[in-house]
């Protein structure tokens, strides 16, 4: 792949990226677990089983994969367009600001 | 062993925060002459930053992951216990706010590959947005560490 076309598809990923990621924290869609308190790590989302279970891991491997992903599939709309610089931050900076409404709750109590 | 880790994190993250500062503001506050302190500071190659700030992101990152367990099992529960919901809630923003940074490293490193009039306003963002999460997650982490003490607990 020549530079030209990895560098159309680096703003998809990087968009992609931060959306997939925080649909995953909201929908817990974390590829693996870890049970940092008996060192043990598991398929998909497991629930806790000696102390608290660690997803944080987990959504970055299905955000990348998932990034990945679309990429690949976006590559054919994007073959023929100018690299699509505003993309790969407008999303991310969405999704920023989506974090802190998301987790307002812990400031508000 | 983890207390060096800790240790090495919060290094680690002090050479990134005057890294991207740096190139933050040589790239929004740009500046001809470097005659005194200010004017020095802001007309530096921009460029030049890029490696570094990468390649620091990337180990900070990682050894806030390594960490991150003994956060989750021990610090958090301690927060929790003692009701400081909006200190957990902090964590919980940096946390994601670093795993979208992760995300726009590849973006970061093509619009400063190749730095042209097309991805200007991109690579303004992209710097001030990673600006923002080191600062931020610089902030949180050194509160956190510190938060007994700070808050007499």
């Not at chain 1, 891991?57 to 690299?83: D, E, F, M």
């Amino acid at each position: 792949m020549k530079d030209n076309n990895i560098e159309r598809l680096v703003p998809v990923f990087s968009a992609a990226f931060a959306l997939i990621y925080i649909i995953s924290v909201e929908r817990n869609w974390a590829l693996f677990t870890y049970h940092p308190k008996i060192h043990q790590w598991g398929w998909l989302v497991e629930p806790a089983k000696n102390g608290p279970p660690m997803y944080w891991y987990g959504w970055l491997v299905t955000s990348l994969l998932g990034a990945s992903a679309v990429s690949v599939i976006a590559w054919p709309l994007l073959k023929s367009r100018p690299t699509q610089y505003w993309l790969g931050w407008t999303v991310p900076l969405l999704v920023m600001i989506s974090v802190f409404y998301l987790f307002r709750d812990f400031f508000l109590r | 062993m983890a207390t060096f880790l800790v240790i090495l994190h919060g290094l680690l993250a002090v050479a990134l925060l005057g890294s991207i500062t740096h190139q933050a503001i040589a790239v929004i506050w740009p500046a001809q002459r470097k005659t005194g302190f200010v004017n020095a500071y802001r007309s530096v190659s921009s460029r030049a930053y890029v490696n570094a700030n990468m390649v620091l992101f990337l180990a900070v990152a990682v050894l806030g992951s390594i960490i991150y367990p003994i956060y989750r099992v021990f610090i958090r529960t301690y927060l929790e216990n003692a009701r400081l919901h909006p200190a957990v809630g902090s964590f919980e923003v940096k946390e994601q706010l670093i795993a979208i940074g992760l995300g726009l490293l590849p973006l970061y490193w093509l619009v400063w590959r190749r730095p042209d009039p097309a991805s200007k306003s991109a690579r303004v963002a992209v710097t001030l947005m990673l600006c923002f999460i080191v600062w931020f997650s610089f902030l949180v982490g050194h509160i956190l560490n510190n938060i007994r003490g700070m808050f007499g607990l």
